[in-house]
């Protein structure tokens, strides 16, 4: 049978598979051939022996947290209090754009601030591929959720918990809290799990720590920055940093590119290797 990982703990690994938990235990060749399973991976198992015979391959994996196979990321973004930060914003969409997540940019405390001004920005975003939505488009987040594997990210503050808590009451979610922590008071460890909702599944998860770009390369953060792609610089390595002759800075100097976005760029660039 095929299954997924939603939760590890010790040497126990639950599968999830055609609506039933299996608890499983790793085949013994994992361990010689330094396989770790994450939470999040697809696996083959057998439902007699309940025994993970093989680890199917990746969509994608993260170390921190320890967690794989990642669909879709609400990015909670609050206009107020915490104040908003295009540059945090930047940081969490380029991350999950390396990492090939689908990304869903969602607005909380629109109705504490004039959002017009927000409006021009968040049209740009929408316009370069990514969808924008409310905390209040609920019947539009359960939507996207269906059939994928979720996680909500943002600053503390943000309103991740008042909009889960929204989604399902039944988790009854403390405001203000970190993490999901689904049901369950602050995270006392870093352990990681996944809920089947709504036909698809959302994560569990202390959060992703590590946003800085010093493991990647130059080029992959250029490439995460996708609305590049439509200028054809003269130079075809052209960084977009100091190139007289660059398409892309020219955008930003005719408004075509947010220099916010650019200034993002230029930042994570420099901190890659």
Request: glycine share 6%.
């Amino acid at each position: 049978m095929q299954g997924q990982i939603i939760k590890i703990s010790s040497n126990r690994h639950v599968v999830f598979s055609e609506g039933k938990n299996y608890n499983t235990i790793p085949k013994g060749k994992f361990r010689k051939e330094k396989i770790i399973p994450k939470v999040g991976d697809y696996v083959s198992f057998d439902d007699k022996k309940l025994v993970i015979e093989e680890i199917l391959q990746r969509k994608n994996t993260f170390d921190r947290p320890f967690v794989s196979n990642i669909d879709q990321t609400f990015i909670i973004t609050s206009l107020i209090n915490p104040s908003f930060s295009l540059g945090l914003l930047d940081r969490f969409i380029t991350l999950m754009q390396l990492h090939n997540v689908e990304i869903v940019i969602c607005l909380t405390k629109i109705d504490l601030i004039d959002s017009k001004e927000y409006e021009k920005i968040m049209f740009y975003y929408n316009n370069i591929g990514y969808k924008v939505i409310t905390n209040l488009d609920l019947d539009k987040i359960k939507d996207l959720i269906k059939d994928k594997t979720n996680v909500f990210i943002g600053q503390t503050g943000a309103g991740k918990s008042t909009l889960l808590n929204k989604l399902n009451p039944n988790w009854n979610l403390k405001t203000g809290e970190v993490s999901l922590a689904l049901g369950r008071g602050r995270h006392t460890t870093r352990n990681v799990e996944l809920y089947p909702f709504l036909g698809g599944k959302v994560l569990d998860t202390p959060g992703f720590s590590a946003l800085d770009f010093t493991k990647y390369k130059k080029e992959d953060i250029k490439n995460a920055f996708k609305e590049f792609s439509n200028y054809r610089c003269p130079f075809k390595d052209c960084s977009h940093t100091k190139e007289k002759e660059c398409l892309v800075k020219k955008a930003v100097d005719d408004g075509e590119i947010l220099l916010s976005r650019y200034n993002s760029y230029l930042k994570f660039y420099e901190e890659a290797v």
